[in-house]
């Protein structure tokens, strides 16, 4: 069977968000608690789809969630952003 080609195309802008957590050195940065005995912080990335690259970053403590981000992120109106299941969090909405 021969696989075919589809090509996925939208309308909108199409944007992904996602985080990731940078460890550092506990003696340099006191102020990035993470966990007991781990520092680090956390970098918030939007990836545009049609210009592929970084569209946007913010950096904060590495306690921070991932849903906390989201209404910092400068998006034009009807855009569409992908996230992870786990970024999501109702109760702030």
């Not at 909108?12 to 968000?17: I, K």
């Not at 520092?39 to 049609?50: E, I, L, P």
Request: hydrophobic share 35%; glycine share 4%; with cysteine.
């Amino acid at each position: 069977m021969v696989a075919r080609h589809y090509t996925f195309r939208v309308k909108n802008r199409l944007h992904s968000l996602d985080a990731t957590a940078i460890d550092l050195c506990a003696s340099l940065s006191p102020w990035a608690t993470f966990r007991r005995t781990k520092y680090a912080v956390k970098v918030y990335g939007v990836f545009n789809h049609r210009r592929y690259r970084l569209a946007w970053a913010h950096s904060t403590e590495g306690t921070g969630h991932e849903s906390r981000a989201v209404p910092d992120v400068p998006l034009l109106p009807s855009s569409i952003v992908a996230v992870e299941r786990s970024d999501n969090d109702d109760r702030q909405y």
